[in-house]
């Protein structure tokens, strides 16, 4: 590979990891983002409002890379995230935050897809393999590097800082791609499925509406939350007949005759919920009940993302042993749900080190579901259907992840809501969450008695959070004996291009 292509190859990685990079910093500048902003009630639409569009979007990317060209396709995503961070950093409310980070996901959707077709149109198969290696060290860089780089700018500098980061990253990754790389103009006649990308957005946008308000902000039985769940049912029926019809589907239909590929998918949204406990609600805990400043609660998830890396690296070098992975997709199931339990131990006066060290067990039941699954789900496709099949890890994980958020994020809320009601008075509690009194250093300048009750009802949210998260863990733990077993390709298909495993928040 010659210097100017291994110049510009550096570039294309530097665009690719500024997405994983900025999930990863949100988790511990949330606390402060709330306090400053305000609108607690609405701070997991921070990270759902980016992985909706972010989910929909990546497979237009490819085409478009089809369609426009590689390097056209991928600097526009570049620019079009960047423009998402810049509007996001100078937010000044949290509706603001919540529209700018869509723009951020409409672009950060085609940072991985064109950096991996890049990869493969420009360099060979024996060098390209290589490279995803290197590609495969530097996600759990980005995985355990994120939230420690987002509680040191939220602590020295501002939270705004978490997005301003991307400014700089990812202008330079456009120059060195726009200057070093050269391609000659080739397009491939490719439908763009837009129809099937609308109505998946609205489905995802249907369901987190439907998660965040339902018994919360209306009640169960009132028309918004019966006409957004119509507005799924009714999205997501259209949705299946388009996608029995398009010529070139986002997500073939005919992958899911087979069982384990479907219940790979499965799997792969519940890995993605519960990765969001570990990216963006456990540094809440740290910071509101602990009283841990933004850089500590950094530091207090890494076990969290260790346990994620070491358990992904770990079983797929047991796959490329053994050849065996059903029964890692069953101890991972086994492993997440054991891990969100032990999340209920987390109290207001629980020791600082033994709750970092809880959220170990389960970070690796999510590393262990994320590698099987992605072995079972490219094993289970046939070599036509490969690259539909690797987009599917990455459109469920994103899933899986935005509808966790809003789960979760409304469990969280609503559980804590009641223990401040309950305490404090409707009242009272409604400032608090309403205004900026939810940050470290707000909490402990306020009485003593609303001290106790915040630190209380972050605890009581915690422990919705982990049951939700262990039904999730049970749920993969038992949909994973189902799992046919067959013996792994020993070789590559020309057909399919090299993979990576994504890691998205």
Same mark, same amino acid.
């Given at each position: 590979?010659?210097?100017?292509?291994?110049?510009?190859?550096?570039?294309?990685?530097?665009?690719?990891?500024?997405?994983?990079?900025?999930?990863m910093?949100?988790?511990?500048?949330?606390?402060?983002?709330?306090g400053?902003?305000?609108?607690?009630?609405?701070?997991?639409?921070v990270m759902?409002?980016?992985?909706v569009?972010?989910?929909?979007?990546?497979?237009?990317?490819?085409?478009?890379?089809?369609?426009?060209?590689?390097k056209?396709?991928?600097l526009?995503?570049?620019?079009l995230f960047?423009?998402?961070?810049?509007l996001?950093?100078?937010s000044q409310?949290?509706w603001h935050?919540?529209a700018?980070r869509?723009v951020?996901?409409l672009?950060?959707?085609g940072?991985m897809v064109?950096?991996?077709?890049?990869?493969?149109?420009?360099?060979?198969?024996?060098?390209?393999a290589r490279?995803?290696?290197?590609?495969?060290?530097?996600m759990?860089?980005?995985l355990?590097?994120?939230?420690?780089?987002?509680?040191?700018?939220?602590?020295?500098?501002?939270?705004?800082?978490?997005?301003?980061?991307?400014l700089p990253?990812?202008?330079l990754?456009?120059?060195?791609?726009?200057?070093?790389?050269?391609?000659?103009?080739r397009?491939?006649?490719?439908?763009?499925?837009a129809a099937?990308?609308l109505?998946?957005?609205?489905?995802?946008?249907?369901?987190?509406?439907?998660?965040?308000?339902?018994?919360?902000?209306?009640?169960?039985?009132?028309?918004?939350?019966?006409?957004?769940?119509?507005?799924?049912?009714?999205?997501l029926?259209?949705?299946?007949?388009v996608?029995r019809?398009?010529?070139e589907?986002?997500v073939?239909l005919?992958?899911?005759?087979?069982?384990?590929f479907?219940l790979?998918?499965i799997?792969?949204l519940?890995?993605g919920a519960?990765?969001?406990?570990?990216?963006?609600?456990?540094p809440?805990y740290?910071?509101?009940?602990?009283?841990?400043?933004?850089?500590a609660?950094?530091?207090?998830?890494?076990?969290?993302?260790l346990?994620?890396?070491?358990?992904s690296?770990?079983?797929?070098?047991?796959?490329?042993?053994?050849?065996?992975?059903?029964?890692?997709?069953i101890? =991972?199931? &086994?492993?997440l749900?054991?891990g %969100?339990? *032990?999340l209920? /131990?987390?109290e207001?006066?629980?020791?600082? $080190? !033994? #709750?970092?060290a809880?959220?170990?067990?389960?970070?690796?039941g999510v590393?262990?579901?994320?590698?099987?699954t992605t072995?079972?789900t490219?094993n289970?496709a046939?070599?036509?259907d490969?690259?539909a099949?690797?987009?599917?890890?990455?459109?469920?994980h994103?899933?899986?992840a935005?509808?966790?958020?809003?789960?979760?994020g409304?469990?969280?809320?609503?559980?804590?809501?009641?223990?401040?009601?309950?305490?404090?008075g409707?009242?009272?509690?409604?400032?608090?969450?309403?205004?900026?009194e939810?940050t470290a250093?707000?909490?402990?300048?306020?009485?003593g008695?609303?001290q106790?009750?915040?630190?209380? =009802?972050? &605890?009581?949210?915690v422990?919705? %959070?982990? *049951?939700a998260? /262990?039904?999730l863990?049970?749920?993969a733990? $038992? !949909? #994973?004996?189902?799992i046919?077993?067959?013996a792994l390709?020993?070789?590559?298909?020309p057909?399919s291009?090299?993979?990576?495993?994504?890691?998205?928040?």
């Open positions: 590979m010659s210097r100017s292509l291994y110049v510009g190859v550096i570039g294309v990685i530097l665009g690719m990891i500024t997405a994983p990079l900025d999930g910093m949100l988790g511990p500048a949330l606390p402060v983002i709330v400053d902003l305000g609108g607690a009630q609405d701070f997991s639409w759902t409002a980016y992985l569009p972010m989910a929909a979007a990546t497979p237009i990317w490819g085409k478009l890379g089809d369609l426009l060209g590689r056209p396709a991928y526009s995503a570049i620019g960047l423009l998402g961070s810049a996001a950093g100078m409310e949290m935050l919540i700018f869509v951020q996901g672009g950060g959707g940072l064109g950096a991996l077709a890049l990869i493969a149109e420009l360099v060979p198969p024996r060098q390209s490279l995803m290696g290197l590609f495969g060290v530097i759990p860089v980005a355990i590097a994120g939230p420690l780089l987002g509680g040191v700018f939220t602590e020295q500098l501002s939270w705004r800082w978490a997005f301003y980061i991307n990253i990812g202008t990754a456009a120059l060195l791609v726009a200057a070093m790389i050269r391609l000659e103009p397009r491939i006649n490719a439908r763009i499925d099937g990308a109505l998946l957005t609205v489905v995802l946008v249907a369901l987190s509406l439907l998660a965040s308000w339902a018994g919360t902000r209306y009640t169960w039985a009132s028309a918004p939350t019966l006409g957004l769940a119509a507005t799924a049912v009714v999205a029926a259209v949705f299946l007949r996608e019809r398009a010529a589907p986002i073939p005919r992958l899911f005759a087979d069982r384990s479907t790979a998918q799997l792969r519940t890995a519960a990765m969001m406990v570990f990216a963006a609600f456990l809440l740290m910071q509101l009940a602990k009283g841990a400043t933004p850089t609660s950094g530091l207090l998830i890494l076990p969290a993302m346990g994620m890396v070491a358990a690296v770990g079983s797929g070098q047991l796959i490329s042993r053994t050849g065996r992975y059903r029964r890692l997709a101890v =991972g199931g &086994a492993a749900s054991v %969100m339990l *032990a209920l /131990a987390l207001p006066d629980t020791n600082l $080190a !033994l #709750a970092s809880l959220s170990l067990p389960g970070g690796a590393g262990l579901i994320m590698q099987s072995i079972i490219i289970s046939p070599p036509r490969m690259g099949a690797s987009g599917s890890v990455t459109l469920w994103t899933m899986g935005s509808l966790g958020s809003a789960v979760l409304a469990v969280y809320t609503s559980r804590m809501s009641a223990t401040l009601d309950d305490r404090l409707v009242e009272q509690a409604g400032r608090i969450l309403s205004g900026g939810l250093d707000a909490v402990q300048r306020l009485p008695v609303a106790d009750a915040i630190r209380a =009802g972050v &605890a009581d949210g422990h919705g %959070m982990a *049951a998260g /262990a039904t863990g049970a749920v733990f $038992a !949909l #994973a004996w189902f046919r077993e067959t390709r020993d070789r590559a298909t057909e291009t090299p993979t990576l495993e994504e890691h998205h928040v």
